[in-house]
Structure formats: structure tokens, C-alpha cells
């Protein structure tokens, strides 16, 4: 972190991807073959970074240990798994129970969404083309949408490679805070998913429950995350201990 101050946001990133696809098996870390194009291919793992960090610590929580590698990856089992950022909390919620995860575990992770960067073409289409009612998505408050076209100028081209990024909380977008909550409430969350969880009914209360507590959220927090690193670990004799990160063994 002192070298890379985005390094704990894309290494969080890559632990929830690699959960959400076959399981915590560091499958999200292989490379493609000449067979099948990997997980880090899909567009759900748009701005994945990290792959060449070494251990850290963070904020501490413990670790299980006696996981073991996957051996699969594959690029439509990362679309098919990953959430879209134009869910909304139903879909989000049947996503997350697919995994195990409630819809509080949900809330209390999506705050993570308070560290990192995002690229405009995640969020633009609520700048500029949201609905046929809607050019800009109401859900948004209109400073918020100003300060971001004027950082995301339309059309935002993706093949063109001209895609800019934007901090998810724009005031201190390397802490881990419960930042995020109070910027939903304000109507300034950056992604459509995020925004949906002060929107929806069946979201709201826990979201002002942690603007009003967020050592309680901190403490969630560090639960869920260890809860979501359970999700189908391989242990025995499955998989394997992968010699290079990028490739499965010979
Ligand atoms: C609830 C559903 C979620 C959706 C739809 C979602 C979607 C996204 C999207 C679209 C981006 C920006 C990608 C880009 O344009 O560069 C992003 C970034 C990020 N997401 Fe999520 N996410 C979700 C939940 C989570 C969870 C559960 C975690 C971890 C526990 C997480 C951690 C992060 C982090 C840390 C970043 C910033 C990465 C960086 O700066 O390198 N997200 N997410």
C-alpha cells in the first residue's frame, strides 16, 4: 500500500471475484489457454488488478487456511456468476443467496465500494441514457451527475481504449469508511447497484443503520468478508497446490 495506494481495493476486488466463481480456489488468477479464454477475460472483471501483489496485512481477519488450488477458469462462468452493475436488490439478493451470503451480507460488503476506482463505462449510461423516461438516472442528485460528466465526457468508447476511471467515494478514496452509506443516502452512490440498496425498501434501514454505527459495520464487515472467503474451499486431496499462480500444473 505505501507503493500502490490501490492495492487493498484491488485485492478485495479479486478475492470476491474468485469467490463467486467456483468457489475461493484462486481460479480468478489463471491465465488463458489456447483452448479457453479465463475468468479474468470477462467483462464482469473489468479493472481487475492485483495479480502481482504479494501477502499483506490490512485490516486484520483471520484467514482459513488449508485451501487448495482450482483448476478450472472460465470466462462465461465469470458472466454467469458475477453481479452486474445494473442489478437491482432482487437480483442482487437471489446472486448473493446463490452463494450463501444474506442481504445484510450484502449491504455490509457492498460498502466496501467506499475504497477504488471505477471506469465510466460502469455507471455512464446513468449520465446520459438511462431509460426512455430518463436521460439521467433520478436516482442520482444532479451535482453528483454534473461533477461526473464533467470526468466521463459522452460517448465513453470502451473498444476505443478511452475510458476514464473515477474514485468511488471522491473524498477519501483510499480509506475504508462507512463513507459509502452516507453517500447513498445522499443520493451519490456511483453504480446503479449501489445506489438500489437506499432506494429499495428491503435495503434501506440497514443502510442507515450503518451511517449511525459504523464500528458495528466494521466489525460485519470483517465477518462477512471471512464468511464469503468459506464459499466452496477446496480441502484434501481436491485441486491442487499450483506451482505458478498463472498456470495449472503439468
Ligand atoms: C453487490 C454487487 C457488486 C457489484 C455489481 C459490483 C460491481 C463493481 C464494479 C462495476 C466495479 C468497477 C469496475 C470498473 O469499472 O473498473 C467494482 C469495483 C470494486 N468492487 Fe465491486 N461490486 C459488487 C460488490 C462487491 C463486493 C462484495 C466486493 C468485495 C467484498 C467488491 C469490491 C470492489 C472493489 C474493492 C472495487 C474497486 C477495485 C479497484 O479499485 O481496483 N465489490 N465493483
Same mark, same amino acid.
Given at each position: 500500500m505505501a507503493? &500502490?495506494t490501490? =492495492? ?5 476486488? !479479486? ?5 463467486f ?7 480468478? !488468477? ?7 479464454k479465463?475468468?479474468?477475460?470477462s ?16 485490516h486484520?481477519y483471520?484467514?482459513? @487456511? ?5 483448476? =478450472?477458469s472460465?470466462? @462465461?462462468?465469470?458472466?454467469?456468476n458475477?453481479? &452486474? ?23 455490509? !460488503?457492498?460498502?466496501?465500494? %467506499?475504497?477504488?476506482?471505477? /471506469?465510466?463505462?460502469s ?13 439521467q438516472?433520478?436516482?442520482m442528485?444532479?451535482?453528483?451527475a454534473?461533477?461526473?460528466r464533467?470526468?466521463c465526457?459522452?460517448?465513453?468508447k470502451?473498444? %476505443? ?12 478514496p483510499?480509506?475504508?469508511d462507512?463513507?459509502?452509506?452516507k453517500? !447513498? ?12 440498496l437506499?432506494? %429499495? ?5 440497514m ?5 449511525? /454505527? ?6 460485519k464487515?470483517? %465477518? ?20 505458478n ?5 503439468y
Amino acid at each position: 500500500m505505501a507503493n &500502490d495506494t490501490g =492495492i487493498p481495493a484491488a485485492l478485495t476486488r !479479486l478475492h470476491f471475484h474468485d469467490c463467486f466463481v467456483r468457489g475461493c480456489d484462486a481460479s480468478i !488468477l489463471l491465465d488463458s489457454t489456447p483452448k479457453h479464454k479465463a475468468e479474468k477475460e470477462s467483462m464482469r472483471n473489468k479493472g481487475i488488478g492485483g495479480f502481482e501483489c504479494s501477502p499483506y496485512r490490512w485490516h486484520y481477519y483471520d484467514v482459513l @487456511g488449508g485451501r487448495r488450488d482450482g483448476t =478450472i477458469s472460465l470466462i @462465461g462462468d465469470a458472466t454467469k456468476n458475477l453481479p &452486474d452493475a445494473f442489478f437491482n436488490v432482487t437480483q442482487l439478493k437471489e446472486n448473493f443467496a446463490k452463494k450463501g451470503l444474506s442481504l445484510e451480507e450484502l449491504v455490509t !460488503l457492498s460498502g466496501v465500494h %467506499s475504497i477504488g476506482d471505477c /471506469h465510466c463505462s460502469s455507471f455512464s449510461k446513468r449520465l446520459y441514457s438511462f431509460n426512455a423516461t430518463y436521460p439521467q438516472d433520478p436516482s442520482m442528485v444532479s451535482t453528483y451527475a454534473s461533477y461526473l460528466r464533467a470526468k466521463c465526457p459522452r460517448p465513453v468508447k470502451t473498444n %476505443s481504449g478511452v475510458d476514464p476511471i473515477v474514485p468511488f467515494d471522491p473524498l477519501t478514496p483510499t480509506r475504508l469508511d462507512n463513507n459509502y452509506y452516507k453517500n !447513498l443516502k445522499s443520493k451519490k452512490g456511483l453504480l446503479f447497484s449501489d445506489q438500489v440498496l437506499w432506494e %429499495s425498501s428491503l435495503t434501506k434501514k440497514m443502510v442507515g443503520s450503518n451511517i449511525k /454505527h459504523p464500528s458495528a459495520w466494521a466489525s460485519k464487515f470483517a %465477518s462477512a468478508m471471512v464468511h464469503m472467503g468459506s464459499i466452496k474451499v477446496l480441502t484434501g486431496s481436491q485441486g491442487e497446490i499450483r506451482k505458478n499462480c498463472r498456470v495449472v500444473n503439468y
